[in-house]
């Protein structure tokens, strides 16, 4: 036999005052009356003999210690061998990823029913059973670690909250088994609905229990809000907006769209049951800000239902072209609206560190600390030697990868000159000749990077065709950090990522859009992440001392959407009966050990006390 | 419980007070006010009864001759000055606990022999436990009154049990002449009270039971194993005492109250029970108030 509370057994020492008190006991109280004629009397129908009244005590004194071991025991928790054998270790592992939200008919979520679930099972299982809790979202974690209490595990089990991130069960329940160190007698207990990024492929095994969650629901879905600027205006926003129908039926519904919550646009539109709708509309507009995108009457599961997107605002760049004249150039900067050009012949004396110099054909001996393009570079400079020319280079490679060639095909340009580069520096080649010579590099250092075309600009067409606006664009928005395709959305369930705010050096918080404060890790030197993100909706990035509640600077504005279809698709609920779980185990009577040994003391406890109020005891 | 002093003025003042009431309002219906039964050469008539020769002629009924032809002869009381025996327990059982309850019995002593002496009665007071142990000798007049009450004040208790027949003995076996004797006592005697009253009866004395007890003697509230001890015999019962045991008790001691009760009713005797913890003025009215409304 073993004994789960062994510490407890030292409860037995408390047997040593008892016999004390019994042997101070036997020895009679005296007392001295006036006369013992009427207690004589009164003793003449009943009086106990000395051997009774002796064996009354030692009675007591064993139905006392008896009264102890029944507690101690009771307290040291035994373990029969039987008992023993049949002990198991359960990990309850409850799915509260953004699918789990999805109302059921009537009000409550398939996360409450989940849990009422689990709590049934941690009524009835063995109570010597060790239980822990563990969740799914926004990554699988223990929320309560093995222990056989119960109250524990229920307050641990009312703090789980739903979160809007997707679910991988199959990390989840590797995670429940590798808490255990005897798999023999571990069984895992999945409480899911199986709407999951891995649902289709977890199977019910031998120590591996499902308790399916839900009901097949319709719904619909925003399934991606993607906003950009467009590279050849950037004055227009170009948005892209995705719905999906997860119903049986037809839907009607009305997508609205608002910038920083006023009204830009209202689509109604009509989706076939499981059909799609995507469309990519244009906004003029300067203006950054928060895009929203929603729909109404959006199903079972509201987290879907709102997409949000953070727009740059269109931010005037400060462009100084040093040329001896070209008009493609000059012409392809003044055609960016964003651009704010000024030409000149040589380098002024002052310039804006902020600002862009782009060199056409004669670059100084040391290149100035600013974001810099060169076009057609003619003499060397720190960066590069220059080699004599290419003939008819023909492009075979370029990285379409790159941002910076996003968009941008050059296989098909005629480019009859270039030079050769032999660079000093690292540097990244964008495009190269079918020899390996650079035709476009990226330089990376320091005050600002380096873009080097080596083409010659006047013999070619590329001033004609609609790479090169759509490469300088490329370039500006590289150089410059600013991107054109805005800051895309993260996926709930991810790292969050944003470029370290200027001059800050504090600890930043992000803020959720219910309010809940995350810590944010600077990840390198100019980006910071926070996460995983289990909430939908706009996170802000702010100082971590500044007080909550107060009006706080926002340093950067992050948007968190449910990117997941299989968590949207609320239709594909497991309603396999192959899934169900045949319920928790019974065992007989259901309960432990020191429950009857406690039961035992109460009840002896009791016969004590209605024996010694009738004087039978002592 | 302050320490008691029959000399004080407050305890005096208590004493007129009672006199002046049993003067009063209970004229000769309290104690020595009464006449003896003794017939005899008085001067208040009496009875008739019938003549027998020897008798003195001088007593005929001469009236009743002339109307019937009757010679009856005219007894008339004789009188007799009162005596006043007052017999005190102070055996060890009156002073158990406390010297409540032989305190309460000396107060009514004291006040009992001072209105006696007020009246012009002849008062003795005899303490006793096992036989007597002291005796304040016959005495007559209120200028007695002090040396009556230093003899009760100074009185110390008895460590002896209680023996109420062989106290009685003590008073009848002296020849004393016979008067009303009060008895004051718990009357714990395990011979019982019956034997020392029959013998007062049985020599022509009036006895006047007066119990004072304690209440937790009436009713015992401890219950458990104890080894009870009788304070005067010293004898030992070790027992259990439970609810059960505590009923009985109580109801033994009502038993013998009312068999004293019972007792003095059957031969016309005066008794009185009493708690310890009462004013033993008031108990005197009450006394008082009794015998006026009995007599």
């Known amino acids: 036999m073993q004994f789960l509370a062994p510490y407890a057994l030292v409860g037995f020492l408390l047997a040593l005052p008892i016999v004390a008190f019994y042997i101070l006991r036997v020895r009679l109280r005296r007392r001295e009356v006036a006369t013992l004629m009427f207690w004589q009397e009164a003793f003449q129908q009943r009086r106990l003999t000395a051997w009774w009244r002796r064996l009354r005590h030692l009675l007591s004194l064993l139905v006392q210690l008896m009264l102890l071991s029944l507690l101690v025991l009771a307290a040291a928790r035994p373990l029969l061998p039987w008992e023993d054998k049949q002990r198991r270790d359960w990990s309850l592992v409850l799915d509260n990823s953004a699918s789990m939200s999805t109302r059921t008919r009537g009000d409550s979520t398939r996360l409450e029913r989940a849990r009422e679930q689990a709590r049934k099972w941690l009524s009835r299982l063995p109570e010597d059973d060790r239980i822990a809790i563990l969740v799914t979202a926004p990554r699988p974690h223990v929320v309560c670690s093995f222990t056989t209490h119960r109250p524990t595990l229920r307050k641990a089990l009312r703090r789980i909250a739903p979160t809007a991130a997707p679910a991988r069960l199959r990390r989840a329940i590797a995670l429940a088994r590798s808490l255990t160190s005897d798999p023999q007698r571990h069984r895992v207990v999945l409480f899911s609905d199986g709407c999951a990024v891995d649902g289709q492929r977890v199977q019910p095994a031998e120590d591996l229990w499902i308790e399916p969650i839900g009901s097949a629901e319709d719904n619909v879905a925003i399934t991606r809000l993607a906003p950009r600027r467009s590279y050849l205006d950037p004055r227009q926003l170009q948005v892209l907006i995705e719905v999906h129908n997860y119903s049986r039926s037809p839907r009607r519904i009305t997508v609205e769209l608002d910038l920083n919550e006023h009204p830009i646009d209202v689509m109604p539109i009509e989706l076939a049951a499981n059909g799609h709708w995507r469309t990519v509309q244009e906004y003029l507009t300067d203006e950054g800000g928060v895009l929203t995108a929603r729909i109404d009457d959006g199903g079972a599961l509201p987290a879907d239902d709102r997409a949000w997107a953070v727009v740059p605002a269109l931010r005037k760049l400060e462009v100084h072209l040093v040329t001896q004249g070209n008009l493609f150039l000059e012409k392809v900067f003044e055609a960016m609206a964003n651009v704010q050009l000024s030409v000149s012949a040589t380098l002024p004396q002052h310039i804006d560190r902020q600002a862009v110099v782009v060199f056409h054909r004669r670059v100084p001996a040391q290149l100035p600390a600013n974001p810099t393009i060169v076009i057609d570079p003619s003499n060397d400079c720190s960066l590069w030697r220059l080699g004599g020319e290419v003939h008819q280079p023909l492009v075979a490679t370029s990285q379409s990868s790159h941002p910076l060639m996003a968009h941008v095909r050059l296989d098909q340009v005629l480019m009859p000159q270039a030079r050769r580069l032999t660079f000093t520096q690292p540097a990244t080649v964008l495009a190269s000749t079918i020899e390996g010579e650079p035709l476009y590099a990226l330089v990376e250092r320091t005050g600002g990077d380096v873009l080097v075309l080596s083409a010659n600009l006047d013999e070619s067409d590329l001033p004609l065709r609609t790479a090169f606006p759509i490469m300088m664009a490329n370039a500006l928005a590289w150089l410059t950090h600013q991107s054109p395709d805005g800051n895309v959305a993260t996926p709930t369930g991810r790292l969050a990522e944003f470029p370290w705010p200027d001059g800050v050096s504090g600890q930043l918080v992000a803020v959720s859009p219910t309010g809940r404060r995350m810590r944010v890790t600077r990840i390198a030197s100019d980006r910071g992440a926070f996460g995983p993100v289990d909430e939908v909706g706009v996170w802000s990035v702010r100082l971590a001392n500044e007080q909550q509640g107060a009006r706080t600077k926002r340093l950067a504005l992050i948007a968190a959407v449910l990117d997941e279809p299989r968590e949207s698709n609320v239709l594909a609920t497991w309603t396999d009966k192959r899934f169900d779980s045949p319920g928790p185990p019974t065992r007989f009577g259901g309960r432990s050990t020191w429950w009857y040994l406690a039961l035992a003391a109460l009840a002896l406890g009791t016969i004590e006390w209605y024996l010694y109020q009738r004087r039978w005891l002592a | 419980m302050p320490e008691p002093n029959l000399l004080d003025q407050e305890f005096l003042r208590k004493l007129e007070y009672l006199s002046l009431v049993s003067r ?64 005190l327990d102070v055996s060890r059982s009156m002073v158990l606990e406390n010297e409540r309850k032989l305190w309460f019995a000396k107060q009514l002593a004291a006040a009992l022999a001072y209105i006696a002496l007020a009246e012009m009665d002849r008062v003795a007071i005899m303490a006793f436990a096992a036989e007597p142990v002291a005796e304040y000798p016959l005495t007559r007049g209120k200028g007695k009154v002090l040396s009556m009450l230093r003899f009760l004040q100074e009185l110390a208790p008895a460590r002896s049990a209680t023996d109420l027949r062989r106290a009685c003995g003590a008073l009848v076996h002296r020849r004393a ?111 008082m108030r009794r015998a006026g409304t009995v007599e």
């Open chain 2, 24 to 87: 009063r309002v209970f004229r000769g219906q309290l104690l020595a006010q009464r006449r003896t039964r003794q017939l005899g050469a008085g001067i208040e008539f009496a009875d008739h009864r019938e003549y027998a020769p020897g008798d003195d002629y001088r007593y005929l009924d001469w009236h009743i001759y002339a109307r019937h032809e009757e010679l009856l002869l005219k007894r008339f009381h004789e009188e007799e000055d009162l005596h006043v025996y007052i017999l």
């Open chain 2, 177 to 287: 002449k016979t008067g009303v004797v009060l008895l004051i006592s718990d009357f714990y005697d395990p011979a019982g009270f019956a034997p020392a009253v029959d013998l007062l009866r049985y020599h022509r004395h009036e006895p006047h039971l007066i119990q004072v007890y304690e209440r937790a003697e009436a009713e015992p509230s401890f219950v458990g194993d104890v080894e009870l001890v009788d304070c005067e015999s010293r004898a030992r019962d070790q027992a259990t005492i439970d609810e059960a045991v505590l009923r009985r008790y109580r109801e033994a001691f009502r038993r013998y109250q009312e068999q004293m009760r019972a007792y003095c009713r059957e031969h016309g005797l005066a008794c009185t029970q009493t708690p310890a913890d009462v004013p033993f003025d008031r108990l005197l009215l009450e006394m």
